[in-house]
């Protein structure tokens, strides 16, 4: 007998697609880039300036998606922004120089800019608090699949055809996903046509947790005082964060000297180390909330330990002339930057799932920014002292600073009064208590 599976799997299933394809349409360009640069006759500067146009547009797009996602819901600014993703990826196939990759990529940004506040709205409202950290390592971790598949699926498309059918190609299957996700989500999980009791029974408190839209003025100067030290947390977190994004498979193409289909693999490898840090960062997470019933411990101490590790791991990159043990440190690396995500995207949703739109999109913002400057930074100090490694100095020294800013976060305050971290503090503890009675 057909058994249907629960409907808030199949609702994390369809976020993690989307994470992923995002990433793709994000991404294949960096894996396309050292082709592009030579088909279209760009520097490295050139090169990092397309690169950052996604994010200055993405930047901005976080606190006004935030916005829209809490004001009229995660279902219709989801199918809006990823209608927008399809038109620019596609365009991206069809650029002829650097201004119209430019203004492609900024099209790109206004799509994606409100996705991932819309996604921790809906996974807010889908999921309860004790799941936070693993739902979003996990959608993130298909995020950096995304990153991990993208290099060699590139590869393989520009055997066949060109850079430019890879673009259309993956234009496509967003389009697939928009009509997936628009026939199937609902804001408010009770709604779901397929929603049953004992399901029901496992979702966050109906009107407490569950805010399918929010009509209430946003309290701007106090979410900010709150939300200011994540978003600094996350642009450190950002600046190395880029730098793989962006730069990785052009680094082991022309600062390695590999082809095509070597710094594909490469690139591969230290983005799948990435898939296994989002899903780790996540679940360690939420084990220790359910052991400890402290989100400071589960959260803020997290970030700290992936920071000192991404930092470690990150420094031998600048000495070390093998190629594999220079791969296996940025593996390692990336691993530890990425246990970051589970954590850092649950601080939102602790503090104020009323406003956690809004929320999200600050901290994301945060790395956002990052993505303006960091790009361009490492072509320019490529084209000018020839060093390859050189630019990741700056990211050893925004880790350091990362850690330190980490200890001002406190995801253990609400900022609405009765709803947040006073319910994620009791949860696990009675949870705890359950299991020790048994």
Request: net charge positive; charged share 15%.
């Amino acid at each position: 007998m057909f058994h249907r599976p629960k409907v808030s799997r199949s609702i994390l299933a369809i976020m993690c697609a989307m994470s992923f394809i995002m990433y793709l349409d994000r991404v294949n360009l960096s894996a396309a880039a050292g082709l592009i640069r030579d088909d279209l006759h760009l520097t490295n500067t050139d090169v990092g300036l397309v690169f950052a146009a996604f994010a200055y547009t993405y930047a901005i797009c976080q606190v006004i998606g935030g916005w829209v996602s809490d004001r009229f819901g995660a279902k219709v600014t989801l199918t809006v922004c990823a209608s927008i993703w399809i038109v620019a990826t596609v365009a991206t196939g069809f650029a002829g120089g650097v201004v119209s990759l430019f203004c492609a990529r900024m099209l790109l940004g206004v799509g994606e800019g409100a996705a991932l506040p819309a996604q921790a709205r809906a996974l807010t409202n889908w999921f309860p608090a004790s799941k936070r950290g693993f739902v979003q390592g996990l959608t993130h971790s298909f995020s950096r699949l995304g990153n991990a598949v993208t290099p060699p699926l590139i590869a393989l498309i520009v055997a066949f055809a060109s850079w430019r059918a890879s673009f259309i190609l993956v234009g496509v299957l967003t389009a697939v996903w928009v009509v997936v996700y628009a026939w199937y989500f609902a804001d408010n999980p009770r709604k779901h046509r397929h929603m049953t009791a004992d399901e029901e029974a496992e979702l966050p408190p109906a009107g407490k947790v569950v805010i399918e839209k929010t009509r209430e003025p946003t309290p701007w100067k106090r979410l900010i005082k709150r939300i200011g030290p994540t978003m600094i947390v996350y642009f450190c977190y950002g600046w190395t964060g880029w730098l793989f994004f962006t730069w990785l498979p052009t680094f082991f193409m022309h600062g390695r000297g590999l082809d095509l289909k070597s710094s594909a693999l490469f690139s591969a490898g230290v983005f799948l180390s990435g898939v296994v840090g989002n899903t780790a960062g996540g679940v360690l997470s939420d084990r220790i909330l359910r052991r400890t019933g402290s989100v400071v411990k589960a959260r803020r101490n997290m970030i700290i330990v992936a920071f000192l590790g991404a930092l470690v791991f990150l420094a031998p990159v600048m000495f070390v002339k093998s190629l594999p043990i220079m791969a296996a440190s940025m593996s390692l690396s990336f691993f530890f930057l990425e246990m970051t995500i589970g954590p850092i995207w649950a601080v939102p949703m602790d503090v104020t799932p009323k406003h956690v739109g809004i929320a999200s999109g600050l901290v994301n913002a945060g790395s956002a920014i990052a993505g303006i400057f960091s790009p361009i930074v490492f072509g320019f100090v490529v084209d000018h002292t020839g060093s390859w490694t050189l630019p990741f100095a700056g990211s050893l020294g925004l880790l350091a600073i990362g850690i330190g800013m980490t200890f001002f976060m406190r995801p253990d305050i609400p900022l609405d009064p009765g709803i947040g971290s006073t319910e994620v503090a009791r949860e696990p503890d009675l949870e705890l208590a359950e299991r020790l009675g048994h």
